[in-house]
């Protein structure tokens, strides 16, 4: 290579004497920015490797120009002619523009993006001999720079435009960013969120609860994620998914959190409406058991009711009427557990125990699976609570159960058992789904054919099911597996061809968890105090055995067929009624409607709302006008003259807020 930055002295003969190599010679050359000379009219004299890189080729000293044959253009693409490149204009002007970015062409094509230093070269005298120029390429770099615009816009408009809200906070909790979903939820443009907390947008409570779960991420470095509820700008009660994680800077130092939360609202309300579906399916497949069962209880009710009106010895007549009222009650409560298994109260995950899910799921069993099927329970009295929904619980148990009974078609032994137990580490580590903790496990076991190796991986999928056509969905197992990873649990399958199966759940058991009190004993009746009572019902049946109950009770009783008649008969004697017991749902007018009158009229009267529906559709309606008790068809005399009592001696009771979920007592 040519020696850069030198000049030629002609000498006394006119040739030129020999040059100098100058001390820096190595130094240039080993630069890896282009730098080459040129003399006064541009032709180059020496230039550095990188140089001849950029060119494309060796360039020709004293032949070559500086410009050889580029083509140079401004950063934004315009064309820039050679006279007026910096290099031209320092040869002619004397001006420099050091540091001017070009983009320059060579004949192949490729393009390069150049910094250009050029300065003049003087000779001793300080006459001009030419020029040095130091080329620096940064090609690759304005590309990774484009690189990096090209993502930042991406990730500013995905960030933008998910469905997800998106924020990040300092370590105060002031909002530092949000995305336009989060801007739209809270119903504030960014600026009013930036700088502001959690307490500005929600709830005091709920305030304290958000910045206590970010200080948990903070403190620890780990994720958190869970469901919470919140309300939207709309006022909306919205369910969202929650992830959360800290915020570190260069240094690695957590100074703040970032999350995202989704609104699952619709997706929850579409795992209820599926769950509601499935527990339909369990409830058909237990249809001709409950026919069958409520066929034997009426068979002794048809029997005795001849009886008792032939002249009887009053120990045979008790005898049949504790016959009449067992049966009356064995088929009340079978009716009342397959409505409240049927209907479902999905919802939060609250304290519960166990123990009284497995009773009423085993008494539906005894009351609806063949008889040629032996049931057991076997229960311990200090079952640790649970943190979960009753009613998926009830209808994990229920999918349990029933694929147990399909299993035994000739019969067989079906055992429910549930124990406490500690998972450690080495116990944890069995379960792709397990980890240490307190649990309690819930096991159903039967003695039928049992599931065949090749398929107990795939039970548990979507639609699988080996029942014939007609005879089964196949999703019994895959919504209870879906209902038990909800809960943090997980499930554990042992099954052999021909002996039997067992499904193990493992449920978290709920923190201090302890064995309830039990129930106590049934309270004494309660009697009145010839207080008038207007009972209206549809059902004459049910108006004569009131009559004589309350009557035989201590109260003085009128009676109305419907809605209409029941309002005559309140203008006869409305200064004498203390008490309107209703049922909901009669002809030519309802108990809605009538009440909804009568608090017209007379806005402290006390009503009682009956039901044959557990949880009646009305029931909201008659909440918001003032109705406080309930009582679901059929109820015992005891339940009946205890409500009396208790509107009859605490008036003007408030009724619960309309927000709640309607209960009709039981």
Same mark, same amino acid.
């Given at each position: 290579?040519?020696?850069?930055?030198?000049?030629?002295?002609?000498?006394?003969?006119? +040739?030129?004497?020999?040059?100098?190599? *100058? *001390?820096?010679?190595?130094?240039?050359?080993?630069?890896?920015?282009?730098?080459?000379?040129?003399?006064?009219?541009?032709?180059?004299?020496?230039?550095?490797?990188?140089?001849?890189?950029?060119?494309?080729?060796? *360039?020709?000293?004293?032949?070559?120009?500086?410009?050889?044959?580029?083509?140079?253009? @401004?950063?934004?693409?315009? *064309?820039?002619?050679?006279?007026?490149?910096?290099?031209?204009?320092?040869?002619?002007?004397?001006?420099?523009?050091?540091?001017?970015?070009? !983009?320059? @062409?060579?004949?192949?094509?490729?393009?390069?993006?150049?910094?250009?230093? %050029?300065?003049?070269?003087?000779?001793?005298?300080?006459?001009?001999?030419?020029?040095?120029?130091?080329?620096?390429?940064?090609?690759?770099?304005?590309?990774?720079?484009?690189? #990096?615009?090209?993502?930042?816009?991406?990730?500013?408009?995905?960030?933008?435009?998910?469905?997800?809200?998106?924020?990040?906070?300092?370590?105060?909790?002031?909002?530092?960013?949000?995305?336009?979903?989060?801007?739209?939820?809270?119903?504030?443009?960014?600026?009013?969120?930036?700088?502001?907390?959690?307490?500005?947008?929600?709830?005091?409570?709920?305030?304290?609860?958000?910045?206590?779960?970010?200080?948990? !991420?903070?403190?620890?470095?780990?994720?958190?994620?869970?469901?919470?509820?919140?309300?939207?700008?709309?006022?909306?009660?919205?369910?969202?998914?929650?992830?959360?994680?800290?915020?570190?800077?260069?240094?690695?130092?957590?100074?703040?959190?970032?999350?995202?939360?989704?609104?699952?609202?619709?997706?929850? #309300?579409?795992?209820?409406?599926?769950?509601?579906?499935?527990?339909?399916?369990?409830?058909?497949?237990?249809?001709?058991?409950?026919?069958?069962?409520?066929?034997?209880?009426?068979?002794?009710?048809?029997?005795?009711?001849?009886?008792?009106?032939?002249?009887?010895?009053?120990?045979?007549?008790?005898?049949?009427?504790?016959?009449?009222?067992?049966?009356?009650?064995?088929?009340?409560?079978?009716?009342?557990? #397959?409505?409240?298994?049927?209907?479902?109260?999905?919802?939060?995950?609250?304290?519960?125990?166990?123990?009284?899910?497995?009773?009423?799921?085993? &008494?539906?069993?005894?009351?609806?699976?063949?008889?040629?099927?032996?049931?057991?329970?076997?229960?311990?009295?200090?079952?640790?609570?649970?943190? =979960?929904?009753?009613?998926?619980?009830?209808?994990?148990?229920?999918?349990?159960?029933?694929?147990?009974?399909?299993?035994? /078609?000739?019969? =067989?032994?079906?055992?429910?058992?549930?124990?406490?137990?500690?998972?450690?580490?080495?116990?944890?580590?069995?379960?792709?789904?397990?980890?240490?903790?307190?649990?309690?496990?819930?096991?159903?076991?039967?003695? =039928? $054919?049992?599931?065949?190796?090749?398929?107990?991986?795939?039970?548990?999928?979507?639609?699988?099911?080996?029942?014939? %056509?007609?005879?089964?969905?196949?999703?019994?197992?895959?919504?209870?597996?879906?209902?038990?990873?909800?809960?943090?649990?997980?499930?554990?399958?042992?099954?052999?061809?021909?002996?039997?199966?067992?499904? $193990?759940?493992?449920? /978290?058991?709920?923190?201090?968890?302890?064995?309830?009190?039990?129930?106590?004993? %049934?309270?004494?009746?309660?009697?009145?105090?010839?207080?008038?009572?207007?009972?209206?019902?549809?059902?004459?049946?049910?108006?004569?055995?009131?009559?004589?109950?309350?009557?035989?009770?201590?109260?003085?009783?009128?009676?109305?067929?419907?809605?209409?008649?029941?309002?005559?008969?309140?203008?006869?004697?409305?200064?004498?009624?203390?008490?309107?017991?209703?049922?909901?749902?009669?002809?030519?007018?309802?108990?809605?409607?009538? !009440?909804?009158?009568?608090?017209?009229?007379?806005?402290?009267?006390? !009503?009682?709302?009956? +039901?044959?529906?557990?949880? $009646? %559709?009305?029931?909201?309606?008659?909440?918001? #006008?003032?109705?406080?008790?309930?009582?679901?068809?059929?109820?015992?005399?005891?339940?009946?003259?205890?409500?009396?009592?208790?509107?009859?001696?605490? /008036?003007? @009771?408030?009724?619960?807020?309309?927000?709640?979920? /309607?209960?009709? &007592?039981?």
């Amino acid at each position: 290579m040519n020696p850069c930055c030198c000049s030629a002295t002609p000498s006394a003969s006119g +040739s030129q004497a020999p040059q100098r190599e *100058p *001390p820096y010679r190595k130094f240039i050359g080993a630069l890896a920015a282009a730098v080459y000379t040129c003399d006064r009219h541009g032709r180059i004299t020496s230039y550095n490797a990188a140089a001849a890189t950029l060119w494309g080729r060796e *360039p020709e000293p004293g032949t070559d120009r500086w410009c050889g044959s580029w083509r140079i253009y @401004e950063p934004d693409g315009r *064309p820039i002619p050679l006279a007026e490149s910096p290099m031209a204009e320092l040869l002619q002007t004397g001006r420099t523009t050091a540091g001017r970015e070009l !983009v320059i @062409e060579r004949p192949d094509g490729r393009r390069f993006q150049v910094l250009t230093h %050029p300065q003049l070269i003087y000779d001793e005298f300080g006459a001009v001999l030419g020029a040095v120029n130091l080329l620096v390429d940064i090609t690759a770099h304005r590309a990774a720079e484009a690189r #990096l615009q090209d993502s930042e816009r991406l990730y500013q408009s995905l960030v933008a435009n998910l469905p997800q809200n998106i924020f990040r906070k300092d370590t105060a909790g002031r909002f530092t960013f949000a995305n336009a979903r989060l801007c739209v939820t809270l119903g504030r443009p960014l600026p009013e969120l930036l700088g502001r907390t959690d307490a500005d947008f929600f709830p005091p409570e709920q305030a304290a609860q958000f910045r206590a779960d970010d200080l948990r !991420v903070m403190a620890t470095g780990e994720p958190y994620a869970a469901e919470e509820t919140i309300q939207d700008a709309q006022g909306r009660t919205r369910q969202v998914q929650v992830n959360k994680t800290a915020l570190r800077d260069a240094a690695g130092l957590v100074c703040g959190v970032q999350g995202v939360f989704l609104d699952i609202t619709e997706k929850k #309300l579409l795992e209820r409406q599926f769950l509601r579906a499935q527990r339909m399916e369990s409830l058909g497949t237990l249809a001709c058991g409950v026919a069958h069962d409520l066929n034997n209880i009426l068979a002794p009710i048809l029997m005795a009711v001849p009886l008792l009106r032939m002249d009887l010895p009053p120990a045979d007549f008790a005898s049949l009427m504790d016959i009449m009222e067992s049966s009356v009650q064995r088929g009340a409560g079978i009716v009342r557990q #397959l409505l409240a298994f049927g209907r479902g109260t999905e919802g939060g995950h609250t304290a519960l125990q166990p123990r009284h899910l497995l009773r009423e799921i085993h &008494n539906i069993a005894s009351e609806t699976f063949p008889k040629n099927i032996a049931l057991s329970a076997h229960v311990p009295a200090d079952l640790w609570a649970l943190m =979960g929904d009753a009613t998926q619980i009830q209808q994990v148990l229920m999918n349990l159960l029933v694929n147990a009974r399909d299993a035994m /078609p000739l019969g =067989g032994r079906l055992i429910t058992q549930a124990e406490n137990l500690e998972v450690d580490a080495d116990y944890a580590k069995l379960h792709i789904d397990a980890r240490p903790g307190r649990y309690v496990r819930l096991k159903v076991t039967d003695t =039928g $054919s049992g599931i065949p190796k090749e398929i107990q991986e795939r039970i548990f999928e979507p639609f699988f099911t080996t029942k014939p %056509p007609g005879q089964g969905t196949g999703l019994g197992l895959s919504t209870t597996l879906g209902i038990v990873q909800s809960h943090g649990g997980f499930i554990h399958l042992y099954s052999e061809p021909g002996i039997g199966t067992t499904f $193990s759940i493992y449920l /978290p058991a709920a923190p201090d968890s302890a064995a309830d009190e039990p129930p106590a004993g %049934p309270a004494p009746l309660v009697r009145g105090a010839g207080e008038t009572i207007l009972v209206v019902d549809d059902e004459v049946g049910f108006i004569e055995a009131a009559t004589h109950t309350l009557s035989l009770n201590g109260y003085s009783l009128l009676s109305a067929r419907d809605g209409g008649e029941a309002l005559a008969v309140f203008a006869r004697h409305r200064d004498a009624i203390k008490v309107v017991l209703t049922d909901v749902q009669m002809p030519v007018m309802d108990g809605v409607t009538l !009440v909804r009158v009568l608090k017209k009229i007379a806005p402290q009267l006390q !009503v009682i709302a009956s +039901s044959g529906l557990e949880y $009646s %559709p009305q029931a909201d309606e008659l909440r918001a #006008l003032g109705v406080a008790h309930f009582l679901s068809k059929p109820y015992p005399v005891a339940q009946l003259l205890t409500r009396l009592h208790e509107v009859l001696h605490t /008036p003007g @009771e408030a009724a619960p807020a309309t927000g709640a979920q /309607p209960v009709f &007592n039981q």
